[in-house]
């Protein structure tokens, strides 16, 4: 069996040592931002770009573009796309594809991101998995590995990050969590739906960091952000009835998701 490590930084760079050109794979959500944070503060990382995964033609609801670009305009930092074809049938290819091409055009010898744990059937990460298939020195950069999803909260919360919902489903939640910020009380309403959800039994309740896919944000502000990122957002958030998604990954099989509208 594999024995699951992390391929992460050294914990200080000797001495004369350049640092590595670091990229983050980028959504703008919580997980992103914080990786981001201990990237900056990492001595052996030169932290240059954020990297969005985005699907051909698809709109990214959970993350709008604009939003991204916006964060990324108020950290200093250029944001790269690499886009997977729709009609691909082969994700890691292009994945790897993506990440070999940044690595050749910018230099990127460090891909971090804000992955927790395994999620559906993975055995591996899939960014550690893609970095090795790149090679040439291309590794990956895994800060928040299994942290405490209540630390993890704690830890946002501490640092001055303003998040917002931009994403719920249910069972868990419902349209009133779009654009509601997360703090210390939301936190403690999740904590509650978590818990119930075990009284209740079922086989995966609310993970308390949406490591599944329960719900997605984004920041507005944070360390490291020149200025706050403000939002034209519709009062109603647009919903979408799935009947169920038949992927058992990491997108929880929701039948009701409710997103973020943002204004033209």
Not at 150 to 171: A, N
Request: aromatic letters at 10%; charged letters at 25%.
């Amino acid at each position: 069996n594999y024995q699951y490590t992390t391929m992460v930084a050294p914990a200080a760079a000797a001495e004369g040592t350049e640092k590595e050109i670091t990229a983050i794979s980028w959504t703008g959500g919580k997980d992103c931002n914080l990786a981001l944070l201990f990237a900056k503060r990492d001595p052996t990382l030169d932290v240059r770009y954020l990297i969005c995964f985005r699907p051909e033609e698809n709109a990214f609801r959970a993350h709008p573009i604009p939003f991204m670009q916006a964060q990324a305009d108020s950290l200093g930092l250029e944001l790269l796309f690499v886009e997977i074809p729709k009609d691909t049938t082969d994700y890691m290819k292009a994945y790897v594809d993506g990440v070999r091409n940044v690595r050749d055009e910018y230099g990127i010898t460090v891909l971090g991101t804000g992955d927790m744990d395994l999620v559906g059937t993975m055995e591996r990460n899939w960014i550690e998995r893609c970095c090795e298939q790149v090679g040439g020195g291309m590794r990956c950069y895994l800060p928040l590995w299994q942290m405490d999803r209540k630390e993890l909260l704690d830890t946002l919360f501490k640092e001055g990050f303003e998040i917002i919902f931009t994403c719920v489903k249910s069972p868990f939640f419902d349209g009133s969590w779009i654009n509601r910020t997360l703090d210390e009380n939301a936190m403690k309403e999740m904590q509650d739906i978590c818990d119930r959800g075990v009284k209740e039994g079922l086989e995966k309740p609310l993970d308390l960091g949406g490591e599944r896919g329960e719900y997605h944000t984004m920041c507005i502000n944070g360390p490291y952000y020149k200025e706050r990122v403000v939002l034209n957002v519709n009062c109603e958030p647009h919903r979408q009835e799935t009947g169920g998604t038949q992927w058992q990954g990491n997108i929880h099989n929701a039948n009701s998701i409710w997103t973020i509208s943002l204004k033209e």
